[in-house]
């Protein structure tokens, strides 16, 4: 039996009405999943204002409501808790009613705009072969220990993180790597957790649909590591022009890591291949399964934050030449008929670009670099001509197609990416809406030595259309193409 005072603990009250000696339930944010003697939190979503369904709740059986308004009128025998913030009320009270799970982890969160799921995916794979119990929150999945469980957000809500925290302390796991996106700071999810150590990896255009400026986006991130405690250390990207900003106001152990700067952690590519990269850290060369520039970044972060949380530096050097990549990040095939084709999840423009650039580094110039691209709907319209701008720039050809139109028209989305394209690069630029049929006149068009770059859903199975999820897997689907194009 838990008792309503005792999961209020560090939560800002402003009014109480009722009493707090209450035995209660579980603690719920959307009222349809009510049972008897549930606490409903009121949570001013940006679709739907929880306070509009207190009522709704206590027919359920809501025995306490935290709301930020008192309604105008009690009902008898409930108790209401008036709060300064949900969001952040919330967070503590998942905290409390799961017993602070997070204090008993070592618990790491990976932000910025790029690398996150890389990073945390491969700390878990890392620290799993040095024999430890770990556990991942992460856009692809959550993972407590060997148990894996489906992922919804890249950074869940407050009570879906505690109790998968929970079950992690309760799995005996010692080490936990989860993704912070900037929503999940925004909307305090991660508030109540204790962290050990935060790993910044760099910040462009992203999320201009939800935060009104670049400039708010930043300092939400920077607000994650403003909070940090004092024995916690934050390792930051130094190379990006964002990443010192990050150090400003923590009072956690400042650490860097940078391939052009002076840094704490040192990297530099001696080779970059299709098969991988050959880097030199910290006097030591090392070969990585990862490609790219970026991913030299990422392997660096890794090698910082395993080295912080007190691994041997060359035990983790020889466990980073282990690494598998992660699922749809820069994962590639080759056909028979030597068509190379690369599934990345690249859906900004600093990761597209990214991508693009590592491939042409990597390729001869006398082959096609082919591009399937598009962006999200009811997502930040700003990067859409952005988007077009870097693929039509840096691709011989270009397909641009439907990513996840939503409740979007896909033909809008599509027609806003071709303001993007310069007049002398009209002529390389195909818009076909249907992604499947992108995919297969990119192979069409493909010869023998070419290169086919899908990007935008990596990983993702599914195609989101009108609310309904379609499966669909970008990877599955261009084998499927290239083994009935070339029977």
């Known amino acids: 039996m838990i008792i309503l005072k005792d999961i209020l603990y560090k939560v800002t009250i402003e009014a109480v009405h009722g009493s707090a000696e209450v035995a209660v339930g579980k ?185 009104p400026t670049f400039a708010e986006y930043r300092d939400v991130k920077k607000s994650f590591f403003d909070n940090l405690p004092k024995n916690a250390f934050v390792l930051t990207n130094v190379d990006d022009k964002n990443g010192a900003v990050m150090l400003q106001n923590t009072v956690a152990n400042k650490r860097t890591y940078a391939l052009k700067s002076y840094a704490d952690y040192k990297a530099q590519i001696l080779e970059n291949q299709l098969s991988g990269l050959l880097l030199k850290i910290d006097g030591n060369e090392i070969w990585v399964k990862l490609i790219g520039t970026f991913n030299a970044y990422n392997v660096l972060a890794i090698y910082g934050t395993a080295v912080e949380l007190g691994m041997d530096s060359l035990e983790t050097l020889r466990l980073l030449s282990e690494l598998e990549s992660v699922s749809g990040r820069f994962q590639y095939i080759v056909s028979t008929t030597n068509i190379t084709v690369i599934v990345d999840y690249a859906h900004t423009p600093d990761a597209l670009e990214n991508v693009l650039k590592t491939t042409n580094d990597i390729r001869t110039k006398n082959e096609q670099l082919i591009t399937v691209v598009g962006c999200g709907g009811n997502r930040d319209k700003t990067k859409r001509p952005i988007m077009a701008t870097i693929a039509s720039e840096l691709s011989d050809k270009v397909i641009l197609t439907s990513d996840n139109p939503r409740n979007e028209n896909p033909d809008t989305i599509i027609q806003e990416m071709e303001v993007g394209v310069a007049a002398e690069n009209y002529k390389k630029v195909l818009a076909i809406t249907d992604r499947k049929q992108a995919i297969k006149t990119a192979c069409q068009l493909a010869q023998p030595n070419d290169i086919i770059l899908i990007a935008g859903k990596g990983h993702e199975t599914y195609q989101e259309i009108n609310g309904v999820r379609h499966d669909f897997d970008d990877m599955k689907i261009v084998k499927e193409i290239l083994e009935q194009l070339h029977k």
Do not use: W
């Open 27 to 211: 603690i719920e944010f959307d009222s349809r999943k009510i049972e008897k003697n549930d606490i409903f939190v009121a949570i001013r979503g940006s679709v739907s204002d929880g306070h509009e369904f207190i009522q709704k709740a206590i027919e359920l059986g809501a025995i306490a409501i935290v709301c930020d308004t008192f309604p105008e009128n009690f009902e008898k025998g409930i108790t209401y808790i008036q709060v300064k913030d949900t969001n952040k009320a919330l967070a503590f009270m998942a905290a409390n009613y799961f017993g602070n799970p997070s204090e008993n982890l070592k618990l790491v969160g990976i932000t910025g705009t790029n690398g996150k799921t890389t990073i945390a995916s491969l700390l878990y794979q890392l620290f799993k072969k040095a024999g430890f119990k770990v556990g991942l929150i992460s856009t692809v999945k959550i993972l407590v220990d060997e148990i894996e469980y489906k992922a919804t957000h890249t950074t869940p809500d407050s009570i879906t993180i505690n109790h998968y925290l929970a079950e992690m302390r309760n799995a005996g796991v010692e080490y936990c790597f989860m993704e912070v996106s900037s929503h999940g700071i925004h909307q305090k999810r991660t508030e109540a957790l204790h962290f050990v150590g935060g790993v910044f990896t760099n910040l462009s255009h992203d999320h201009l649909d939800y935060h």
